[in-house]
């Protein structure tokens, strides 16, 4: 199993670093949004589009490239910002985040953004979009990877289910699930609303090749994806333990950080802690 | 007037349509939720089996994974009954379909009292207006096998999401073979000047009936066939209200958010004339034969020309 050279693993935690700030002045510059949930998921976005994904920044639709669902579409400043810095559009537009006639809508929308592969936001859906795209490739002898993010709240959607049920037995090689397991969701904390219980195991149990990491730990991440792609005949999941508002002081941790109000003041502080290097 | 049933299932006529399609066109995929035997799609999956998709029992995922088969540029046909392809999946076509503007043909079979014998659950009254406060949604209910065998290859190159609202059974004929259609026009089957009956899928014939029982009685009834019930021919409708002065309207489908309604909302906007509604009186399906639920329902040529009658005397 393939482990990450140390200088790309230092690269791809300064890039996680440059997503995590790029994404906190983007949603700092509009006073609100998802931070929580975008903050759990930027290792993964690092380590996707800083080294796994085969991508064209120039040419969006470039239909050799890999695809992104992130089916926790609310997530997308975090998505937008990574876009950004990887060149899809310059990054002055991303304080236009949910301004009137916007290209960075609260929800992905694949039709306004570059580089977003598909539309998400109402919970449970992009998970079958993104089977029908990775189904799509194979049945076209292609071999583009489909990368899937879900929440951990999502997963009490009952279409998650009816995907994991259909996705473990459609063998999907050419798909990678990410479930971004930060523990928390718009109302509290999940345990304490409606638990997932083992998550590992009940993928495992429909079919899956399921592991889970350390969602914050970049080399982690790569080796696990590349665990997955190296099993053959199944359909991949890598759980990732994340922490919600992950490297935000004011947000991590807290009880209600799905979607959250903050002053210039707390984002000021946020980035400083951030670019001195803090721990929060 | 000559009605007579066409011995062939509209399901095969379409399945069969789809197949020859299918040969020159590698991007039509087929997907169904456990109804395969049902819906004819078997058919497919045995001529193309790579390109046929039975997901189970989960309509959701099935609109979502159709979605996804868009995104890579198939053209996905989606199947189930009526019910379940409008109202059980309606997010999925909300936002995965639609809002996300991905070309998937979404195929609801057994419409209406057509359901018979699986009874009020599985009875859709109300897909068409389910479907139709979707921006973008096309609607059509293709109302025999020529028109079904003419309309499938218009329907599958039409650019975005289309709701084909399917009869399984043997229909009525009521198209000369060789007819051809454009998605967006209604057609005129009888011409008349005291009123318009305007019909869609199995009232068509009814309609039909109903026009030569009316002659009968000396009135002039014209009957047209609006086949599309999104985007409606609207020239077609006002043309009719200003000509005959009176318009009826004959679905199999509530009154409410159906043909009746967007019949309703075009005469509003631009021609008001007296209208009478022929369908379902905002009511539940319920078990039985299609005859016994067209008396149940009052969907019967009789009722159309009671209606007929109340209309012309607001004239």
Same mark, same amino acid.
């Given at each position: 199993?393939?482990?990450?050279?140390?200088?790309?693993?230092?690269?791809?935690?300064?890039?996680?670093?440059?997503?995590?700030? &790029? %994404?906190?002045?983007?949603?700092?510059?509009?006073?609100?949004?998802?931070?929580?949930?975008?903050?759990?998921?930027?290792?993964?976005?690092?380590?996707?589009?800083?080294?796994?994904?085969?991508?064209?920044?120039?040419?969006?639709?470039?239909?050799?490239?890999? +695809?992104?669902?992130?089916?926790?579409?609310?997530?997308?400043? $975090?998505?937008?910002? &990574?876009?950004?810095?990887?060149?899809?559009?310059?990054?002055?537009?991303?304080?236009?985040?949910?301004?009137?006639? &916007?290209?960075?809508?609260?929800?992905?929308?694949?039709?306004?953004?570059?580089?977003?592969?598909? &539309?998400?936001?109402?919970?449970?859906?992009?998970?079958?979009?993104?089977?029908?795209?990775?189904?799509?490739?194979?049945?076209?002898?292609?071999?583009?990877?489909?990368?899937?993010?879900?929440?951990?709240?999502?997963?009490?959607?009952?279409?998650?289910? /009816?995907?994991?049920?259909?996705?473990?037995?459609?063998?999907?090689?050419?798909?990678?699930?990410?479930?971004?397991?930060?523990?928390?969701?718009?109302?509290?904390?999940?345990?304490?609303?409606?638990?997932?219980?083992?998550?590992?195991?009940? +993928?495992?149990?429909?079919?899956?090749?399921?592991?889970?990491?350390?969602?914050?730990?970049?080399?982690?991440?790569? %080796?696990?994806?590349?665990?997955?792609?190296?099993?053959?005949?199944?359909?991949?999941?890598?759980?990732?333990?994340?922490?919600?508002?992950?490297?935000?002081?004011? =947000?991590?941790?807290?009880?209600?950080?799905?979607?959250?109000?903050?002053?210039?003041?707390?984002?000021?502080?946020?980035?400083?802690?951030? /670019?001195?290097?803090?721990?929060? | 007037?000559?009605?007579?049933?066409?011995?062939?299932?509209?399901?095969?006529?379409?399945?069969?349509?789809?197949?020859?399609?299918?040969?020159?066109?590698?991007?039509?995929?087929?997907?169904?939720?456990?109804?395969?035997?049902?819906?004819?799609?078997?058919?497919?999956?045995?001529?193309?089996?790579?390109?046929?998709?039975?997901?189970?029992?989960? /309509?959701?995922?099935?609109?979502?994974?159709?979605?996804?088969?868009? =995104?890579?540029?198939?053209?996905?046909?989606?199947?189930?009954?009526?019910?379940?392809?409008?109202?059980?999946?309606?997010?999925?076509?909300?936002?995965?379909?639609?809002?996300?503007?991905?070309?998937?043909?979404?195929?609801?079979?057994?419409?209406?009292?057509?359901?018979?014998?699986?009874?009020?659950?599985?009875?859709?009254?109300?897909?068409?207006?389910?479907?139709?406060?979707?921006?973008?949604?096309?609607?059509?209910?293709?109302?025999?096998?020529?028109?079904?065998?003419?309309?499938?290859?218009?329907?599958?190159?039409?650019?975005?999401?289309?709701?084909?609202?399917?009869?399984?059974?043997?229909?009525?004929?009521?198209?000369?073979?060789?007819?051809?259609?454009?998605?967006?026009?209604?057609? %005129?089957?009888?011409?008349?000047?005291?009123?318009?009956?305007?019909?869609?899928?199995?009232?068509?014939?009814?309609?039909?009936?109903?026009?030569?029982?009316?002659?009968?009685?000396?009135?002039?009834?014209?009957?047209?066939?609006?086949?599309?019930?999104?985007?409606?021919?609207?020239?077609?409708?006002?043309?009719?209200?200003?000509?005959?002065?009176?318009?009826?309207?004959?679905?199999?489908?509530?009154?409410?958010?159906?043909?009746?309604?967007?019949?309703?909302?075009?005469? $509003?906007?631009?021609?008001?004339?007296?209208?009478?509604?022929?369908?379902?009186?905002?009511?539940?399906?319920?078990?039985?034969?299609?005859?016994?639920?067209?008396?149940?329902?009052?969907?019967?040529?009789?009722?159309?020309?009671?209606?007929?009658?109340?209309?012309?005397?607001?004239?």
């Amino acid at each position: 199993m393939s482990k990450l050279q140390a200088a790309v693993g230092e690269r791809l935690e300064a890039f996680a670093k440059e997503i995590r700030i &790029t %994404t906190l002045k983007e949603l700092g510059h509009l006073g609100f949004g998802h931070l929580g949930g975008a903050m759990s998921i930027v290792e993964v976005l690092a380590v996707l589009y800083g080294e796994v994904m085969k991508i064209d920044p120039k040419n969006p639709q470039w239909e050799e490239r890999d +695809w992104l669902v992130l089916s926790k579409g609310h997530a997308g400043p $975090a998505l937008y910002a &990574t876009l950004a810095l990887k060149g899809y559009f310059p990054r002055e537009m991303l304080f236009t985040l949910n301004q009137g006639g &916007t290209k960075l809508p609260s929800h992905a929308d694949r039709n306004l953004t570059p580089g977003v592969d598909m &539309t998400t936001g109402s919970l449970g859906q992009g998970f079958s979009t993104g089977l029908g795209v990775a189904l799509g490739h194979r049945l076209d002898g292609k071999d583009n990877n489909v990368y899937i993010i879900l929440g951990d709240g999502e997963c009490q959607e009952g279409q998650i289910w /009816e995907g994991v049920l259909y996705g473990g037995n459609a063998k999907l090689d050419n798909l990678i699930v990410f479930v971004d397991y930060n523990k928390q969701q718009l109302d509290g904390f999940i345990d304490q609303i409606n638990p997932l219980g083992d998550l590992r195991a009940k +993928w495992e149990e429909f079919g899956w090749h399921a592991q889970e990491v350390d969602g914050h730990d970049v080399g982690a991440i790569f %080796t696990a994806i590349q665990a997955a792609k190296a099993t053959k005949g199944k359909s991949s999941v890598i759980i990732l333990d994340t922490i919600k508002g992950k490297g935000c002081h004011f =947000a991590e941790g807290v009880k209600l950080n799905h979607h959250m109000r903050f002053t210039q003041e707390q984002i000021a502080e946020a980035l400083e802690r951030l /670019e001195g290097g803090q721990q929060t | 007037m000559n009605l007579t049933l066409d011995n062939r299932a509209m399901k095969d006529v379409y399945i069969e349509t789809l197949i020859k399609l299918a040969e020159e066109d590698q991007r039509i995929v087929v997907l169904d939720a456990d109804l395969m035997h049902s819906n004819s799609t078997i058919r497919f999956m045995e001529a193309y089996p790579g390109r046929a998709i039975n997901v189970g029992v989960q /309509e959701a995922n099935m609109i979502g994974t159709a979605a996804g088969l868009a =995104a890579t540029g198939k053209i996905p046909f989606s199947h189930t009954f009526s019910c379940f392809n409008t109202r059980r999946a309606l997010d999925q076509i909300y936002m995965s379909v639609a809002y996300a503007k991905l070309n998937v043909k979404i195929v609801g079979t057994d419409p209406g009292i057509t359901a018979a014998y699986n009874g009020g659950t599985h009875m859709p009254l109300e897909d068409i207006g389910v479907v139709r406060g979707i921006p973008t949604m096309t609607v059509i209910e293709p109302v025999d096998n020529v028109m079904m065998e003419a309309l499938v290859k218009d329907i599958a190159y039409h650019p975005g999401p289309v709701y084909l609202r399917v009869n399984r059974k043997e229909p009525v004929q009521i198209y000369a073979p060789g007819t051809e259609f454009e998605i967006g026009k209604g057609k %005129t089957l009888k011409e008349g000047k005291d009123l318009t009956l305007i019909a869609s899928g199995i009232m068509v014939a009814e309609s039909l009936k109903a026009a030569s029982m009316l002659e009968e009685k000396g009135i002039s009834g014209r009957v047209v066939n609006i086949f599309t019930i999104k985007p409606i021919d609207k020239e077609l409708i006002v043309d009719s209200a200003r000509e005959t002065g009176a318009i009826v309207t004959c679905e199999n489908h509530n009154v409410i958010n159906g043909l009746g309604s967007a019949v309703a909302e075009v005469l $509003a906007e631009n021609s008001p004339v007296p209208l009478e509604r022929v369908g379902v009186q905002d009511l539940f399906g319920e078990v039985g034969s299609v005859d016994y639920l067209q008396q149940r329902f009052a969907m019967t040529a009789e009722d159309i020309v009671a209606k007929a009658e109340k209309c012309l005397a607001r004239k």
